[in-house]
């Protein structure tokens, strides 16, 4: 099963350094499938590891004039209420209305590009990007795979 993450942040100066916060109430828990959440929601040693495997697109809440970015994440930290996200961006966007544009392709729905958090996709992320024509040309596999 293809999976990537999905971060949508109402903060406008939320993607321009490597490290974010989320809420923990607001990650995993809301806009994924139960199993998926039942898999990752306690972010212990295993699920940060997987979950650092996949593919992420970093995005704004809807109106935000700012496309949306590609990468992964290189640390997650959990405390009691919060979240510390460490990432890197490749040179690769996706211009804000395509990204809004693939709602179906990309599995979020309703509102959700109207509330900051953290989901986890059951979609194949390069392949739907792919048929928008934008390549993550010779970097999928190591990409999906890497390790930080």
Known sequence: MEL???FISGDDEAWKTNTTYFPLVRCIKEYTDDD???RFISLGENEIEELKKLPCIFAYEKGYEKDASIGYITDIVKRQDQVRITFEKMDITIPK???ESMSFELDFRGWELTRTHWAVKKVDLF???GE???IVDGV????????P
């Open 36 to 38: 998926l959440v039942k």
């Open 97 to 99: 209305e395509i990204f």
């Open 132 to 134: 928008r024509g934008i």
């Open 4 to 6: 990537y993450n999905l």
């Open 140 to 147: 999928q596999q190591n990409y999906r795979y890497r390790t």
């Open 127 to 129: 392949k739907e990007l």
